[in-house]
């Protein structure tokens, strides 16, 4: 088994014109609620900004910024009103599933983990000490899961 690295997407798919988890053996599934017209296509680009983003006991915010630097894949999530206004950095490890029609990203960590985790600073961004400060918190946090 591959060690948790929260910067990389764990399953590439969910850009891919979102995903069903269907075992590979098994005869391929059409899903008429990833068929529609406003579904993404494989290979399609997609901007996830302004995506509502749930944790696994609620919604957390909206998307404000993704990037997909190759070293540092990440979402911005504007909390709103929940955490005071606050804005979070959540790497993409932590993306448990994409429902493109609906708009949302679910992760797999609860509200409290979020609002735990180090405050996002835009001017820190690129220092490797605050990079590794967010990503070993996600990494902790992904071995309690």
Request: net charge negative; charged share 30%; hydrophobic share 30%.
């Amino acid at each position: 088994m591959q060690p948790f690295n929260p910067w990389a997407w764990r399953d590439p798919a969910a850009l891919a014109g979102g995903y069903d988890r269907v075992d590979p053996a098994e005869e391929p599934q059409r899903h008429p609620e990833h068929d529609g017209p406003d579904a993404p296509g494989p290979g399609t680009p997609v901007d996830l900004v302004g995506y509502r983003v749930e944790a696994t006991d609620g919604r957390i915010g909206s998307i404000d910024e993704a990037s997909e630097d190759a070293d540092a894949r990440y979402l911005v999530v504007d909390t709103g009103p929940w955490i005071f206004g606050r804005t979070v950095l959540l790497p993409v490890g932590t993306v448990e599933r994409v429902d493109h029609l609906a708009r949302v990203v679910h992760v797999d960590r609860t509200r409290e983990q979020v609002k735990q985790s180090p405050a996002f600073d835009p001017d820190d961004f690129g220092d490797p000490e605050y990079r590794q400060q967010v990503g070993s918190y996600y990494e902790e946090s992904y071995r309690r899961s």
